[in-house]
Structure formats: structure tokens, C-alpha cells
């Protein structure tokens, strides 16, 4: 550990180690809570390849409550191909090949549960996004640098920066350190924090093509098609722009001696014509990449002042489109805890909750991908072969996105047994995220995920008028910021399903976390509902008990 003596150059509240798609997130989710963390990538820029490009709708979401929606549907506007819009899934033998299933023919509607939809967008539009809108809200960013080292200090850490291009090192003093630095975690190396899981599942090579697939499309929109053939079995075809840019994933054997360089020209162009079905087709071969598919999940997500995000926490194959969704969903829900330490208003403990939380989503998610891998991208066997890995049985889309379950220290307990929940039948139970609805603002309908994002908020049923002052000077007695709204006067419920999605009555009310996730809900107003808010109020904070429990019901 360092000396007091030791030269410290600069000091912040957060250090974020890693600027790509989860790392930016954190910067950008911090600084909408008002912490401006100082955040370090070794690449001189942000991502200049696609890369990851599915946003699935709860991760539009939380860009949306820092408003990133906008921009996102411009981005995806300008860069997703012609072909994919609007466009499915299918399986089949050769991309022209008659006899295909379809895994998705199309995007669902999804006005019921949410106000969002996909956004097929790459990441290297979207890493400009985050970037520019987390340093507007006050986050610092320095690219070409790189963390080579940290050790403890008695209040966080002290870390050792490099400036990649000059070898010129200085100090940074944190109270806190996320490492998103990707699934090769330097940070988590240094800790010893082991994984578990299937752990390498294939290794891959992507290879861009181009060649004119409208002939082999015959008028089909499609964002993916999995191939399955002796020439190229398990393969992957893509489209990647609109001049006729393709990606061609096929598996690769380094521990069989294979290299990028036995992928010569030519034998590029025999696979991609094997993928299409067309013997004749024109390709120019473009870049080779190597990669690889794992299924694996940190041992814990927090080890004192350091915290584990994105693929430093947990890796899984790309199928479904899960993993940089689940990272930076990581980095929302750890951000508002953050923050609300950094204020004085949470407990350390909220930050154990981030492990509680998001290490078992990160399983289940994990088991959930690695299982659409194998049915989709196995090696070998007709279309639709394969099948979840150790048994786990496959959950819909929708509940993944949308049904995931916390327990932790910071919700209230309830007597729920289910690993998941229903979106299409919110219940309003404690540790799921707030059912969306259409209320009245007054201004015309908003969402009602719209009123989350920032505060804790009370929402308040419309025969609960004294939740209204109660929630205020519980709140004010605690120093913590809430916001308090109620139906029937803030809010109008033109639908009728306040009641019945938050399951509780007309007197009742739920206090929803800054990420939209219900932390408590009393079906009825009490005798006291003033110690019962600030009960609920120091649950969700990990805030020492005042001796109270919180009001509990049972689902």
C-alpha cells in the first residue's frame, strides 16, 4: 500500500477503467447522478468496428432516462442496412436455400410493456453517443491511457496511469474503481477473482465479404442467418452495411494448428459461396478476426472499493444479443448506488447489493445465451439441432429483457419463490422492474417509466393523499431525495391498471429505485405512513435500521 508521501497527481470519486460500450455507460450513468468519474481507455479512440449492434428495448430504455433515445434511433437510422430493417432470423441450409425456418419473422409489438423497441445500431455509433453525452454531464475521459497497476488505500485505491503513446505515468487516487476493461480483466486478474461456468465454448473467426446478396435474398429481410452445412457447418452471415458488406462467422480450430493465415483468399471465397449456395457468386474478401465464445461468470462482483462490469464480470456467446445488454444494465444499476454513497445518503451496503443483484441475473443470462448458441450456432446437424446446455431450459425473450427478479438487502423481502416474472403480467412485487403504463402528466400521456431515472420515487394511489406529506418529511428527516407523485392528482390512470399492475389498492403505494425497480409497496395506507416511508426509505439505502420493519405483503 502507498505511502502517505506518495505523489498523487489527481484525485477522483470514480475511476473507471475500460472506454467501451459498458465502461462509457458507467461514465455516462454516473455522471447523470452527478458523480464525474474519471475514465481510461488504452485505445486511442472509441470502437471503430460494429461490433456488438443489438440494443434490446430495456436497455433503450435506460438510455432513454438519460436521454440517449433520440440519438439512438438517429444512429440506427443512418447505419443499420436496408436488408435488416424490419428484418428476422432464419436457420437453413444455404442463404438461397428454399427450406428455411424462421426463428423471428419479425419484431413484436411491444406497446404493452414498454415505450421502446430494438435499435439495431453498431457499436461504433453508439460508443460516440455515450461518450459525448457522459462529458456533457461532467464524466472525464482520456483515451490512450491505460491503468498498469493499483494498489489499496485506506480510503479506496490508488492507481498507476500510462499514457500509451509517450510511456509518461501518474497517480490517480479513487475512493471507488470499475473495472470494465473486458473479459481479459486486468483488474480482475490482479484481485484473483476466479470464474465459473462452461467457460470456452468455440473459438470463431469472423471474416468480412463483399459480394451482391439480393439475388440469394429474393426480396427477404433478415438480420441474421444461421448455416448449417458440411462446407460450413455452424456458420453465421450477417449484413453490415449497404454497399454490400457481409460478415461470414464460421467456427476455428487454433487447437487443432490452425491460424488466420490458412483463411487465404480463396478459401474465404469458397466458404462465403458455400453460406450463400451460390458456386458462381462474385466475393471480395475482406478482414479476418479471431474470437472467442465463452460462458462464464465472475466469482463476485465487488472486492472492497473495486467493482466488476460488463465482460470483467461475466462472458457469453453473442446469440441473442446479450451480452453488452447485460453490461451495460450492470453499469445502471450500479451507478445510482454509487453515487448515492459517494452523497452521504446510502449505506456502504447498497454496494454489496450490486453483487446480490447482478451476479445471478448475469447466471441465469449467461445459461440463457450459452443455450441459443447451441441451438443456433453448434457445429454440425440439421437446422433447429443442438439444445440447452446442462439442462437449462430456455426462457423467452421478453422475460429475459424485461422479467428479471432482485433480492438484496435493498428490497423489501416478499414470499416470491420464481426466478423470473411475467412482463406481460406485472404484479408489482418488490425486486421487478415498474410495469409500464400510460398515465396523464397533465401535458398529455407519458410513460410511466419516464417518471424514473434519477430519484427514488413514492407513487402514491389516488385515495393515498396523506403518503404525500408523510413521504416528504420522512425523506427530509433522512436526507435523501424523493420524489412524490400521486394518481388522481399529479397523474391521471385513463387505462384503470395503476392498481392492479403495483398490486395494491386505491390507498396504496410503491416506491420505485432510481433504476426503475420497485424497492417496496404497502397495499394500503397505515396508521403511520410516515415511519413506514422511511422504513422502506432505509431499506432501499442500506441504511441502519431505526428499528422498524418495512411493511411487507405477500405476493
Excluded at 428484418?87 to 421502446?116: F, K, Q, Y
Amino acid at each position: 500500500m502507498p505511502e502517505e508521501s506518495t505523489q498523487v497527481a489527481e484525485r477522483t470519486e470514480v475511476l473507471v477503467v475500460g472506454g467501451s460500450l459498458v465502461g462509457l455507460a458507467v461514465s455516462l450513468f454516473l455522471a447523470h447522478h452527478g458523480t464525474q468519474p474519471l475514465l481510461v481507455e488504452r485505445r486511442p479512440s472509441t470502437a471503430t468496428h460494429p461490433r456488438a449492434w443489438g440494443f434490446n428495448p430495456r436497455t433503450m430504455e435506460v438510455l432513454r432516462s438519460v436521454g440517449l433515445q433520440e440519438a439512438m434511433l438517429a444512429a440506427e437510422e443512418a447505419g443499420i442496412p436496408d436488408v435488416a430493417r424490419d428484418g428476422g432470423l432464419v436457420m437453413a441450409e444455404t442463404l438461397v436455400a428454399e427450406n428455411c425456418r424462421w426463428l423471428h419473422t419479425s419484431l413484436p409489438d411491444l406497446s404493452a410493456i414498454s415505450p421502446n423497441q430494438w435499435v439495431f445500431c453498431g457499436q461504433d455509433r453508439v460508443e460516440p453517443l455515450l461518450r459525448r453525452r457522459a462529458e456533457e454531464l461532467g464524466s472525464r475521459h482520456c483515451f490512450g491511457t491505460e491503468l498498469v497497476g493499483f494498489e489499496r488505500a485506506p480510503d479506496g485505491v490508488v492507481a498507476t496511469l500510462r499514457e500509451v503513446s509517450t510511456g509518461a505515468t501518474r497517480t490517480v487516487a479513487a475512493r471507488y474503481l470499475v473495472a470494465a476493461d473486458g473479459n481479459r480483466s486486468g483488474v480482475r486478474e490482479r484481485l484473483g477473482i476466479g470464474a465459473q461456468g462452461q467457460g470456452r465454448l468455440s473459438h470463431r473467426l469472423a471474416i468480412n465479404f463483399r459480394a451482391d446478396l439480393r439475388p440469394a435474398l429474393r426480396g427477404r429481410q433478415i438480420v441474421i442467418c444461421y448455416v448449417r452445412n458440411q462446407e460450413v457447418p455452424g456458420g453465421v452471415i450477417m449484413p453490415v452495411d449497404n454497399a454490400n458488406g457481409w460478415l461470414l462467422d464460421v467456427p476455428f480450430d487454433p487447437d487443432a494448428g490452425e491460424t488466420v493465415d490458412d483463411y487465404t483468399d480463396a478459401r474465404c471465397v469458397c466458404l462465403a459461396r458455400a453460406a450463400v449456395g451460390d458456386p458462381d457468386l462474385a466475393v471480395e474478401p475482406g478482414e479476418r478476426q479471431p474470437w472467442l465464445a465463452g460462458a462464464a461468470v465472475a466469482e463476485r462482483f465487488r472486492d472492497g472499493a473495486v467493482l466488476l462490469a460488463g465482460d470483467a464480470a461475466h462472458v457469453m456467446p453473442p446469440t441473442g444479443a446479450m451480452g453488452a445488454n447485460t453490461g451495460i444494465q450492470d453499469a445502471h444499476n450500479l451507478a445510482w448506488k454509487l453515487a448515492a454513497v459517494l452523497r452521504g445518503e446510502a449505506g456502504d451496503e447498497l454496494l454489496s447489493t450490486y453483487d446480490a443483484e447482478r451476479r445471478p441475473i448475469a447466471e441465469r443470462t449467461v445459461a440463457q445465451a450459452a443455450a441459443r448458441f447451441a441451438a443456433r450456432s453448434g457445429p454440425g446437424g440439421p437446422p433447429g439441432a443442438g439444445g440447452p446446455p446442462n439442462g437449462a431450459a430456455l426462457v423467452d425473450e421478453l422475460t429475459i429483457w424485461f422479467g428479471y427478479r432482485y433480492r438484496s438487502a435493498a428490497v423489501a423481502a416478499e414470499n416470491v419463490i420464481a426466478q423470473w416474472a411475467d412482463p406481460r403480467h406485472p404484479t408489482g412485487a418488490p425486486g421487478t422492474r415498474a410495469p409500464q403504463l400510460l398515465l396523464d402528466s397533465g401535458g398529455g400521456r407519458i410513460p410511466s417509466l419516464d417518471l424514473y431515472g434519477s430519484a427514488p420515487v413514492l407513487l402514491a394511489g389516488p385515495g393515498g393523499d396523506a403518503w404525500r406529506d408523510a413521504a416528504r418529511r420522512a425523506a427530509g428527516r433522512l436526507g435523501a431525495a424523493l420524489e412524490v407523485r400521486q394518481l388522481g392528482r399529479d397523474l391521471g390512470d385513463p387505462e384503470g391498471r395503476w392498481s392492479s399492475a403495483h398490486g395494491v389498492g386505491r390507498t396504496g403505494a410503491v416506491l420505485v429505485r432510481p433504476d426503475g425497480v420497485i424497492g417496496w409497496r404497502a397495499q394500503s395506507l397505515p396508521a403511520n405512513p410516515e415511519r413506514l416511508v422511511e422504513d422502506a426509505l432505509r431499506r432501499i439505502l442500506c441504511r441502519p435500521s431505526n428499528g422498524h420493519q418495512p411493511q411487507e405483503v405477500t405476493s
